[in-house]
């Protein structure tokens, strides 16, 4: 099976850098280059987890994060934000960010906490916050 990955980032590069992470790999990248084109895609293709970059163009990753936590139709899928501000981990947190990342991105972290947030999700288990 597939599991399908939005991935909200104005950096060209950083996703290419993500997409190349994924490669041989059963996840397919769907990927948004704002938050308003992120929102849209998030609520019709209802991914299995968004990757959001907090800096973002038009509204921050922390505000998409909101919209998406508080709509009844996304709020069950896991966000780890990405950034490379050090200071802004809990406000990630806060804005609802199951869990956060630094700039630049390790691929072990990275899937691992994939991993993580997608087996919590189908327990149906509680909140789950990770470093
Ligand atoms: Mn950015």
Do not use: W
Request: proline share 4%; hydrophobic share 45%; glycine share 4%.
């Amino acid at each position: 099976m597939v599991t399908r990955i939005l991935y909200i980032e104005d950096e060209p590069v950083n996703i290419q850098i993500v997409k190349r992470m994924f490669r041989g790999m059963n996840y397919l990248i769907l990927e948004a280059e704002h938050a308003a084109q992120g929102l849209a895609i998030a609520q019709t293709e209802k991914p299995d987890l968004i990757l959001m970059d907090i800096q973002l163009p038009d509204i921050s990753g922390l505000d998409a994060t909101r919209i998406l936590k508080a709509d009844t139709r996304t709020r069950h899928i896991p966000i780890i934000g990405l950034t490379a501000d050090t200071f802004s981990r809990i406000d990630c947190l806060e804005a609802g960010c199951d869990a956060y990342l630094n700039k630049p991105i390790s691929r072990g972290l990275l899937l691992r906490t994939i991993q993580q947030l997608l087996r919590a999700t189908q327990s149906d288990s509680a909140e789950i916050l990770l470093d």
